[in-house]
């Protein structure tokens, strides 16, 4: 009971403060503001590189071309020796004999399908395929080599370099994001300290006073977490209506995707409440966390 | 039984003044004790050590039970509560009223809003300024406002009452009406009452003990002394 009292005063004073030191308050959650849209555009950012890293990494194949006079035989060899090796998604193994390929083909295009209508099973120069899934899409060149000495194959292709670049080249941007985010918050949490640091100083008597006539440190220290807690939540407003209204809006004009319909996007719901929440989540901890440690070096009166 | 017990305490600052040499002292619950002294005799350190905004360098401080001494910088509130303090700027909070600024103690150390209620009235009462509960500081004499201040010292039953020169912004007329307050508290509610001061008159006019400290040294302990020059 006594505690829920202090909590509701520490309510109190804490919504009191933050009003009638309006200027300093604006400050801080100018501040707040400000990073959390870096920090929320980071992390939608991030977000979507992990997307689109995972969807290449889905539609990566390797595309094994059996050599034309493989038997029967020599086909269900292959199958067997490529089960033997690891790194393959043994379930989403493919075989598509030539006529299969043919038959996809044709649907695909109107010129492939009147072309290709004269093809029989002799004349068709296509050829049996096994489409392979990877499951560590690192270790994809060391797959194709090891495929490659199977008998009876003749080309594996994965689509090479462009890939590997690609794949290489998500993963630095996203550990540029994470630091970036990183380093961020902890700046805001500096600048935080710094700005509450400010308002307390302005209350240093109030403190000194609380501390004569007898309040605990803990009685002292909940009014200014609290406002911390109002600060962080006042910051996110802006970052939070940002989030809400901008990344929908960005996903309608690029139609889902970046460039091309490969690298897509996230869709919005649920994906940007999920970034309310770590945005308010953040706001909070960091005006807590600033305003407890600024308020500290007042305690010792 | 004593309320206060000090034993060879000394006080030297971190600068290297030394501002108490060995003192030893007692004092009974329920007295009113004056402590008076030149300046740079050690009263203010004193005063500072029993409700312990400094530590001694040496020595043993026992105030109402607790060990000053060794008390911890976190608890340092369960002295305090035990204690009201009285300053000679008074300490008010400027953008509260009257009535929240003795609230003010209670608030913080959690008390219920209808105890509060009637307690501060009650203690606002007792120092005669019922009338002016929602005046704000800075529209009250320096009188009235020392009356707050104690006011808010009393709001909580203290076992002791600590005044550091409380008359020492007053005309004479305002120190004896505040002087009176206290010791009606004194009387009244048995509270000990402790006062630095260097106004000669009320030490005199009050005839209560006197404890004179000359260069961080006691040099006299009367029950019922006066303020001689030759003390000073």
Redesign the interface.
């Given at each position: 009971m006594?505690i829920l009292?202090?909590i509701g005063?520490g309510i109190r004073d804490a919504i009191k403060s933050v009003f009638?030191n309006f200027s300093l308050s604006l400050a801080s959650i100018s501040c707040i503001t400000i990073t959390l849209i870096i920090v929320a555009i980071s992390i939608i950012l991030s977000y979507n590189v992990t997307n689109f890293t995972k969807e290449i990494e889905k539609d990566l194949t390797i595309v094994v071309f059996v050599n034309n006079d493989a038997t029967e035989e020599d086909i269900q060899n292959i199958n067997l020796e490529l089960k033997k090796i690891e790194n393959i998604v043994q379930k989403e193994t493919i075989y598509k004999s030539k006529a299969d390929v043919k038959k996809e083909m044709q649907k695909e295009s109107e010129i492939f399908n009147s072309v290709m209508e004269e093809w029989n099973n002799e004349s068709n120069p296509l050829k049996d395929t096994f489409q392979i899934k990877v499951k560590n899409v690192e270790k994809i060149k060391d797959t194709a080599k090891k495929i490659e000495k199977i008998d009876k194959i003749s080309v594996v292709r994965y689509g090479e370099g462009m890939v590997d670049k690609l794949i290489s080249a998500f993963s630095s941007i996203q550990k540029v994001t994470y630091g970036a985010v990183i380093a961020l918050i902890l700046v805001t949490i500096f600048l935080i300290i710094n700005t509450i640091k400010l308002t307390i100083y302005s209350r240093k008597?109030?403190i000194?006073?609380?501390?004569?006539?007898?309040?605990?440190?803990f009685?002292?220290k909940i009014p200014f977490i609290i406002e911390g807690i109002i600060l962080g939540l006042l910051g996110s407003i802006v970052p939070v209506l940002i989030v809400i209204f901008g990344y929908p809006y960005l996903y309608r004009v690029m139609n889902g995707y970046v460039f091309t319909p490969l690298v897509t996007l996230i869709t919005p719901t649920p994906f940007i409440y999920t970034i309310v929440a770590i945005t308010i989540i953040i706001g909070i901890i960091v005006g807590m966390i600033g305003s407890s440690s600024a308020v500290r070096k007042y305690?010792?009166? | 039984m004593d309320i206060i017990r000090l034993k060879n305490v000394k006080k030297q600052y971190k600068n290297g003044t030394t501002a108490l040499y060995d003192l030893n002292l007692n004092i009974e619950k329920g007295s009113f004790v004056f402590i008076i002294g030149g300046s740079g005799s050690g009263k203010s350190t004193l005063m500072k050590l029993l409700?312990r905004?400094e530590k001694p360098t040496s020595g043993q401080i026992i105030v109402g039970g607790i060990n000053v001494a060794k008390l911890r910088?976190?608890k340092?509130?369960?002295l305090?509560?035990k204690?009201g303090?009285v300053f000679q700027d008074y300490?008010l909070?400027p953008?509260l009223t009257v009535y929240e600024n003795v609230a003010?103690?209670m608030?913080?150390?959690?008390a219920?809003k209808q105890e509060i209620r009637s307690k501060v009235l009650k203690s606002l009462e007792i120092v005669g300024l019922k009338s002016k509960i929602h005046n704000y500081p800075n529209q009250l004499s320096g009188g009235e406002q020392q009356r707050v201040a104690i006011a808010?010292a009393i709001v909580?039953n203290p076992k002791m009452l600590i005044c550091d020169e409380p008359t020492g912004n007053l005309d004479p007329e305002m120190s004896m009406e505040v002087m009176k307050i206290i010791e009606r508290i004194n009387e009244e509610w048995g509270t000990t009452v402790l006062v630095v001061t260097h106004d000669k008159e009320i030490v005199n006019k009050l005839k209560k003990q006197v404890v004179t400290l000359k260069d961080g040294r006691l040099v006299n302990n009367k029950a019922k002394g006066t303020y001689d020059n030759e003390n000073t």
């Open positions: 006594k009292r202090m005063r009638r008597r109030e000194s006073i609380m501390r004569l006539v007898g309040a605990s440190n009685t002292i305690l010792k009166v | 409700y905004e910088n976190s340092v509130y369960k305090r509560r204690l303090i300490r909070l953008k003010f103690a608030e913080v150390i959690g219920k808010r909580n």
